[in-house]
């Protein structure tokens, strides 16, 4: 488009001076024509890098997650195959699940002794009131007896050794009763220990029996999301470890992100919902569609780093920095009818934004980019 312009303006030039001889054709217009044209085309330039700015470092970026398993165990079965597009939930590998298998049945077992044994202590607690029901009246006539004893003793109709008698025999009830009711406290305490519906021994061993069948099932790895693994060498016989370290394999997220970077004075016009365009090198000849989801307003540059140091400036003989782009984040935006394409991860390309302004110049930068689409078919290189 810029190629256009001048050619319209050189075209004015020869119909003015040559052609119509309006103005003559001497070394100052030839002088001012060539002034001219630079003029031109610089203003045009410079405009166009404010209004619609571009970036040659446009990125396809993808999430990867490091699939660990949570628990460890000879791996008997991989269902992938590497650089296949899976679903969210397909089994990416099996790990060996008879400890853990094993694991829930004890804790099954567990679950039902510990059962019956919270349904005892109903009865239990009823033994115990009962039993205190006895102690105290065994008590009661005890007292009852030393009382008539005392009496007896002071009328001259009864003995000492008959009071002494029952008195012992009253201290030994109340022991027994004592220990009957703390008997009975015990149970009424372990009755009123709850978790929600079931006594605390029970809540324990569910909570326990909770945890091994999710071990259980974590020995079934699926995919977290749509997307495909790569460096799938794991196979059945391998140990896998619950160690970051190393991982089972890597598995790339099907969802995309398109970032652009650009100079920091680039961005003053840029809003989202700004039309963009992008040609990527793996797509030559093709100019993908976009709009501007936001601007990142971040960079490595404005962050310190944890420690004790004193941030200071460089010394005095070497260059400041140079100033790190902004990155803006894209989102490509299907044609009608046409479905997006396929933009492999790490893609590289350039791009430019469309902004509000002076919207007929963007025509200027769309046939750039749409020239670069096409010089992507060559492959520079001599060996």
């Not at 109903?122 to 029901?133: H, I, M, P």
């Not at 030393?146 to 002071?154: C, G, H």
Request: hydrophobic share 45%; aromatic share 6%.
């Amino acid at each position: 488009m810029l190629e256009i312009i001048i050619g319209g303006y050189a075209f004015l030039v020869w119909l003015l001076c040559i052609k119509l001889k309006v103005l003559p054709w001497n070394i100052k217009t030839q002088v001012g024509a060539v002034a001219g044209a630079l003029a031109l085309a610089a203003t045009i330039i410079f405009t166009i890098n404010v209004v619609t700015p571009s970036t040659s470092d446009v990125r396809a970026v993808n999430y990867v997650v490091e699939v660990v398993p949570r628990v460890a165990g000879t791996v008997t079965r991989v269902a992938i195959e590497g650089n296949q597009m899976i679903k969210k939930g397909d089994i990416l590998l099996e790990i060996d699940n008879t400890p853990y298998r094993l694991k829930v049945k004890e804790l099954e077992a567990q679950l039902v002794d510990a059962t019956a044994s919270a349904k005892t202590l109903w009865q239990d607690l009823d033994t115990a009131k009962s039993t205190t029901l006895s102690a105290q009246a065994h008590l009661d006539l005890m007292k009852k007896r030393l009382a008539e004893s005392q009496e007896l003793a002071k009328a001259g109709a009864g003995n000492q050794y008959d009071v002494e008698h029952f008195g012992t025999e009253v201290k030994k009830a109340e022991a027994d009763l004592a220990t009957t009711k703390t008997a009975e406290n015990k149970v009424q305490t372990k009755l009123e220990g709850v978790v929600g519906p079931d006594v605390a021994s029970v809540a324990r061993i569910k909570a326990q029996l909770e945890s091994a069948k999710y071990d259980l099932e974590s020995t079934v790895i699926r995919a977290p999301t749509d997307g495909y693994a790569v460096n799938v060498s794991v196979r059945p016989g391998n140990f896998l470890a619950a160690l970051p370290f190393r991982p089972a394999m890597s598995f790339v997220e099907h969802e995309q992100r398109i970032v652009a970077f650009f100079e920091q004075n680039e961005l003053r016009y840029i809003k989202p919902g700004n039309k963009a365009e992008v040609a990527f090198l793996s797509l030559p000849g093709e100019v993908v569609s976009a709009k501007v989801d936001s601007i990142i307003w971040a960079n490595s540059q404005g962050q310190y780093m944890q420690g004790g140091a004193i941030p200071d400036t460089p010394m005095e003989k070497l260059h400041a920095p140079l100033a790190q782009k902004y990155a803006v984040k894209l989102d490509i935006v299907g044609k009608e009818g046409e479905p997006i394409p396929f933009i492999p991860m790490g893609a590289r390309g350039g791009g430019a934004i469309y902004t509000d302004k002076l919207a007929p110049l963007h025509l200027v930068r769309m046939v750039m980019i749409r020239a670069q689409a096409k010089l992507n078919y060559l492959v520079l290189k001599l060996h």
